[in-house]
C-alpha cells in the first residue's frame, strides 16, 4: 500500500505541476506582470501548501523536528536538488531582479530563521509573526517593483502556448484549482507512504523530516520547475524555487509557530541542518555570478545536487 501512495503521488504532482505552470503563465499575461512575480507568488504558495500541512500536522500532534526538519530539508532540496537538477537539464537564466529582491529576501529570512532559534531554541508566536509580516512585505515590494517598470517582455509570447494565450481568466482558475488540489493531494500521499517506509527503518523523526518528507513536499517545486524550464518558462522556474523557500519560512514557519511555538530538542537540526541551508542558499550568489553572468549551468547544477548527495549520506544518514 505504501508503494501504491508514492506511485499515485507521483503521478498526481506531475499533473498538478503542468497545470500549476498553464495557469501561472496565463495569469502572468492576463495582468501584465512578469512570470518571475507570478512564480513568486501563486505558484511558490500553491507548491509550500503541502509543507504548511505537514507542518501544522506535525507541530499539533507534538512532532516539532518534524515539522521544522520538513521546511529546513525542503528548502536545501529546492536549491541543491531541485534546482540542481533542472540546471543540469537545461541552463537556468536569472535576472537582475532576483538579486536585487529575491535572493536578498531569501538569505534574511534564513539568516533570521537560524538567529531566532540560536537565541533560545523556540519559534515563538512574535517570531513566527515577525517572519509572516517580512513575507507578505516582500510580496508587496515585488508586485509594486513589477508594476512600475512593466517586467513582461512581451516578444516573448510568440513562444507561450497560444492556447494559453486564448484562455479567459476562468480557465485559467480552473487550471490553478486543478493544479494546486493535485499537487497538494499527490504530495499528501507520496509523503504518507514515504513516513511509513521510512518508519518500518526505524530512523530519528530529524531523519524523516530532512529527508523522506522534504523530498516528497519538495516535488511539486521539481515538477513545476522541470516542466517550466522544458517550456522556456526559465524565470518562472527560478522565481518558483527561490519564492518557495521564502515562503517556507515566512508562511510555513510563520504560520506554524503562530499556531503552536516550535520547539527544537535535537541540536543537529540546528548545528548541522539549519547551517547547511544557510550554505546552500548563500552559494547561489556565487554561482550566478561566476564565471557567467545570470547562467545556471549544468556543471553547476551537477555542483548542487552533488552537494545534496553529501549532505544526505554523511549529515543525515551516519550522524544519526
Known amino acids: 500500500m505504501s508503494l501504491f501512495y508514492i506511485l499515485a503521488g507521483l503521478v498526481l504532482l506531475v499533473v498538478g505541476g503542468e497545470y500549476l505552470v498553464r495557469a501561472s503563465v496565463g495569469l502572468s499575461l492576463k495582468f501584465q506582470l512578469s512570470r ?27 512532532s516539532p523536528e518534524l515539522a521544522l526538519g520538513n521546511v529546513v530539508g525542503s528548502n536545501i532540496a ?57 513575507l507578505v512585505i516582500f510580496i508587496y515590494v515585488l508586485i509594486k517593483h513589477a508594476s512600475e517598470s512593466g517586467d513582461i517582455d512581451l516578444n516573448e509570447l510568440e513562444e507561450i502556448d497560444q492556447d494559453i494565450q486564448a484562455s479567459n481568466i476562468l480557465r485559467i482558475l480552473f487550471w490553478l484549482l486543478i ?64 519564492g518557495s ?21 535535537n541540536l543537529k537540526l540546528l548545528n548541522v541542518d539549519i547551517l547547511w541551508m544557510l550554505g546552500i542558499s548563500a552559494l547561489i550568489v556565487p554561482l550566478a555570478l561566476l564565471p557567467v553572468k545570470h547562467k ?13 548527495v553529501i549532505y544526505m549520506y554523511f549529515f543525515v544518514f551516519l550522524t544519526e
Do not use: C
Open 78 to 134: 529546492n536549491l541543491a536538488l531541485v534546482l540542481g537538477a533542472t540546471a543540469i537539464l537545461t541552463p537556468i537564466f536569472i535576472r537582475s531582479v532576483s538579486y536585487k529582491y529575491n535572493i536578498p529576501a531569501m538569505l534574511l529570512m534564513s539568516g533570521l530563521l537560524y538567529y531566532f532559534l540560536k537565541n533560545d531554541q523556540i519559534l515563538s508566536f512574535v517570531e513566527g509573526l515577525i517572519l509572516f509580516i517580512l
Open 179 to 242: 493544479g494546486g488540489v493535485a499537487l497538494w493531494g499527490g504530495a499528501e500521499l507520496l509523503v504518507d507512504g514515504a513516513k511509513a517506509l521510512a518508519r518500518q527503518v526505524g530512523v530519528s523523526e530529524r531523519v524523516i523530516g530532512v529527508s523522506v518528507v522534504a523530498i516528497g513536499t519538495s516535488i511539486p517545486e521539481l515538477a513545476a520547475s522541470i516542466i517550466s524550464a522544458l517550456k522556456k518558462e526559465k524565470d518562472l522556474s527560478f522565481g518558483n524555487l527561490v
Open 36 to 62: 518571475i512575480v507570478i512564480g513568486m507568488t501563486v505558484v511558490s504558495f500553491a507548491t509550500s501548501l503541502p509543507e504548511l500541512l505537514v507542518s501544522i500536522k506535525a507541530a499539533l500532534d507534538g
Open 296 to 308: 545556471i549551468s549544468w556543471i553547476k547544477g551537477t555542483l548542487y545536487v552533488s552537494l545534496y
Open 245 to 265: 523557500n521564502i515562503f517556507n519560512i515566512g508562511s510555513v514557519l510563520g504560520i506554524t509557530s503562530m499556531i503552536k511555538p516550535i520547539h527544537i530538542d
